[in-house]
């Protein structure tokens, strides 16, 4: 009987981490859709939100070498990660 109770949590925290993982991707996702709105951003300034938005939401990782990045490969990693997720 306990090792059915242990089981049965184990599911259901396995249930709660995994819906958590989902509402942070979500609320990723609306603040990077909010961001993109208005076209008066540089290309700096639009990578820098972005990148904030998104390793500001756990389970994401900052590249030890993400400030070393061309503009543009930033960009492109950004890009990919939204396609990624969608």
Same mark, same amino acid.
Request: proline share 2%.
């Given at each position: =009987?306990?090792?059915? $109770?242990?089981?049965?949590?184990?599911?259901?925290? !396995?249930? &709660?981490?995994?819906?958590?993982? =989902?509402?942070?991707?979500? #609320? #990723?996702? #609306? $603040?990077?859709?909010? /961001? /993109?709105? /208005?076209?008066?951003?540089?290309?700096?300034?639009?990578? &820098?939100?972005?990148?904030?938005?998104? $390793?500001?939401?756990? /389970? =994401?990782?900052?590249? !030890? &070498?993400?400030?070393?990045?061309?503009?543009?490969?930033?960009?492109?990693?950004?890009?990919? =990660?939204?396609?990624?997720?969608?």
């Amino acid at each position: =009987m306990t090792a059915t $109770f242990v089981r049965n949590a184990k599911s259901i925290q !396995d249930n &709660n981490l995994k819906q958590n993982k =989902m509402d942070n991707i979500d #609320m #990723m996702k #609306m $603040f990077l859709h909010i /961001g /993109g709105v /208005g076209d008066e951003q540089t290309l700096e300034d639009k990578i &820098n939100y972005e990148s904030r938005i998104v $390793f500001a939401t756990p /389970g =994401m990782i900052k590249p !030890d &070498n993400w400030e070393e990045l061309t503009l543009e490969e930033r960009q492109k990693r950004l890009e990919l =990660m939204k396609k990624v997720i969608k």
